[in-house]
């Protein structure tokens, strides 16, 4: 059964679910659907191959010839976790206009979530409560930090962003959001700086660098044959650590974002809760991640309209 962006509530003797539609937390527990079901969260920039912006472009001769890598790095670790037992694969495209990857290229097992306009953006499907584990492929580091196209939502006007006082990547913040669902990061790829970065917030899952970091727009890349295969590897390693925990409540969350321009700034605080916090900052606190990062996807969206072509 599935019931995308349905709100529904499911109850049996041993277990109860409610499906949040629009807040709250209410997942407890391992749902007993039939089988293993993992989401895939697929970024671009950390995609074998890729190093320059035009090669995430989407209408780029560049991207269309690097979406094709990416397809690969998806389909392989989709592929590795179908090696190790899984029953589902749902791929959630988070790149940019969501809708990069070659469905037809994809194994006929799996299921894709294209397109943007999703409430939970790169980990939009995590909230149905039917997910047993979460893979990042194509991820890369965090806006101000070392990385290849390193960057935190924008490409530039967002210079740093810090979670309760520590930088954060999207998949720190991302993973903050599904441990509140119960759900662990089994897999990340991307280039050698993000398995780092992952290191900080999912200890445990296995790891791909696809490219060595040179600088934001070099690496020493390795081919797509050769990724696909170590990522299938490490996805089917990474199936036997699909197993769901006691949802996390971490909160409260205090994010603070910096951007390259001042009005930038007060473009955010247009969002209801977020306040300057300093210069060309602002900073909002939300009691779960769930909220925080929805607050997130709103202060982005609104900057990204402010920002000038030539200007910021
Ligand atoms: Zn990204």
Partial sequence: MRLFGACVALSSEDWTIERPCGSGLAVHGRVPWPGMKIL??????????????????????????????????????????????????????????????????????????????????????????????????????????????????????????????????????????????????????GDDLTCVDAEGYAPRARKVAVKDYVSRYAAVCRTPARTAADIRAAAKEATALAVRHTPVEGGPFTVELEFDAEHLAQAATVVPGVVPSGERRVAYTSATMYEGIRTFKAVTTLVSSAVEEQYG
């Fill in 40 to 189: 895939i969260s697929a970024d671009m920039e950390g995609a074998t191959g890729v190093t320059w912006p035009a090669d995430v472009l989407p209408g780029t001769p560049q991207w269309e010839r690097c979406r094709a890598m990416f397809t690969s790095d998806v389909n392989a670790a989709a592929l590795g976790f179908y090696d190790g037992g899984a029953d589902e694969v749902l791929v959630n495209e988070a790149h940019w206009s969501m809708r990069n990857l070659l469905l037809e290229r994809l194994d006929d097992r799996v299921q894709m979530l294209t397109g943007r306009h999703k409430s939970l953006s790169m980990v939009e499907g995590i909230q149905h409560g039917d997910i047993d584990a979460i893979a990042f492929v194509g991820y890369h580091t965090g806006a101000g930090a070392e990385g290849v196209l390193a960057h935190t939502y924008l490409a530039n006007s967002i210079t740093g962003v810090w979670l309760n006082g520590a930088r954060a990547s999207e998949g720190l913040l991302n993973a903050h959001v599904v441990a509140e669902y119960g759900v662990p990061v089994v897999l990340v790829t």
